[in-house]
């Protein structure tokens, strides 16, 4: 399903100059490790999630721009690594020097309503640069602002908030948690109600390294003309699967496939029809890589808090011919492999091929790679800075190669 809006092609958006959050206590001035996954080259971009609020008559006269920004320096004194900088040591290894200089604050105000995105709200969204201001080099990696919000004041009293945070720092759910916590600050809390907690040595390699799986998901493939995305037809688009969808779909595999799940079904599906879109060559290898959360699958379990990095990338491998002109219950069986590999042996197999093969392993940006993020369950929705639920929470936009599961209020 596309997206409608009414967004007009010409409106204002009065932006104040970026300013820096600091924490509102002095915090601990030292040097904190990542673990051997966050130096992948592959996590130095940044991700960028938006949240819509609605107008809410209780909370008339109470400025959301303010409050965020005030509560946002308490909560920075419990992530206080997320006011520091990132700092590269010997044989690229990333390190946070925890300097307390702060994020960036931009205050906003848009001459729309909230209504104007459409009855749907589904990524993209259109003018998203509006609504999350790139300030000139804040996107770099090192020595540069972890975190960037943005506070959009609309004129029918509702309102945006929208961060950008560096992968290599914390992922979907570690944000959440930073976001979660800032709401219960801004509703009145005086502290989180769960500690935050660093302990990135759980996802360092072991001593020695010693790589246990294999890994497609950086193999080294060669940029061909025939493999390279094309920059001039490439466009977004949000689809929605409801039930009857799913049905449909279910109707196109085999009896004795029985135990799959939703996930795995609509993951194949995509992955099908998108291969046979990009028409490439029949011999040409696809991967697909699935963006798997070790929270609830980690041996032993992490500790409750942990807000870094908790997900590796296990992938599959076949050829685009194969893929095709087999019916979809291939593509069914295909992912669940990927699902397999999750265990704890599997990251740390990750982290000791960082450190054997250098921090350099990129994720193939290529077409015939594809990755899929399960964002359904991560109740972002559930931030609540005063003004209740958000009616949209959850990425702004697809990333490269990346497409993501989210909840639907249609």
């Not at 609605?54 to 008339?60: N, S, V």
């Amino acid at each position: 399903m596309a997206i409608d809006s009414e967004i007009p092609s010409a409106f204002a958006v009065r932006r104040c100059k970026a300013k820096f959050v600091t924490p509102a206590k002095p915090s601990p001035h030292e040097r904190k490790l990542l673990s051997d996954i966050d130096d992948q080259q592959s996590l130095r971009f940044q991700v960028p999630y938006n949240q819509f609020y609605r107008f809410d008559p209780a909370m008339q006269g109470k400025d959301p721009v303010k409050i965020i920004r005030r509560r946002s320096k308490k909560t920075l004194v419990f992530y206080y690594p997320f006011a520091g900088r990132l700092r590269e040591g010997v044989n690229g290894k990333l390190i946070v020097d925890c300097t307390g200089e702060g994020v960036l604050f931009i205050e906003a105000d848009a001459d729309l309503t909230v209504e104007q995105f459409g009855a749907a709200l589904h990524p993209p969204f259109p003018f998203f640069d509006e609504l999350l201001y790139n300030v000139p080099g804040s996107d770099e990696t090192l020595n540069y602002p972890l975190l960037l919000i943005q506070v959009t004041r609309l004129k029918c009293g509702s309102f945006i908030f929208a961060i950008r945070f560096n992968h290599v720092i914390c992922d979907g759910t570690g944000i959440k948690q930073f976001m979660f916590d800032m709401g219960e600050i801004a509703r009145g809390a005086s502290s989180c109600s769960i500690s935050s907690v660093w302990e990135k040595h759980l996802f360092d390699a072991e001593d020695p390294p010693l790589v246990t799986f294999k890994h497609h998901e950086y193999d080294e493939v060669e940029a061909t003309a025939a493999a390279t995305w094309p920059s001039d037809n490439l466009v977004q688009r949000s689809f929605f699967f409801g039930p009857d969808e799913v049905s449909v779909l279910r109707m196109l595999l085999p009896t004795h496939l029985h135990n799959f799940t939703k996930f795995e079904l609509l993951t194949a599906c995509l992955w099908r029809c998108r291969t046979i879109a990009l028409n490439l060559d029949p011999d040409e290898k696809v991967r697909m890589l699935c963006a798997a959360n070790l929270r609830p699958r980690s041996n032993p379990s992490l500790p409750s808090g942990y807000y870094g990095n908790a997900f590796v990338f296990p992938s599959e491998i076949t050829t685009v011919g194969k893929l095709v002109r087999n019916p979809l219950g291939y593509a069914v069986e295909l992912v669940k492999q990927v699902k397999a590999n999750t265990k704890m042996e599997y990251p740390k197999s990750v982290a000791a091929l960082m450190v054997s093969r250098g921090k350099q392993l990129h994720l193939p940006n290529v077409m015939g790679s594809y990755i899929i993020s399960d964002l359904t369950k991560m109740g972002y929705e559930e931030v609540d800075f005063g003004w209740g639920k958000a009616v949209f929470a959850g990425p702004a936009k697809a990333l490269g190669v990346i497409s993501f599961f989210i909840e639907s209020k249609c």
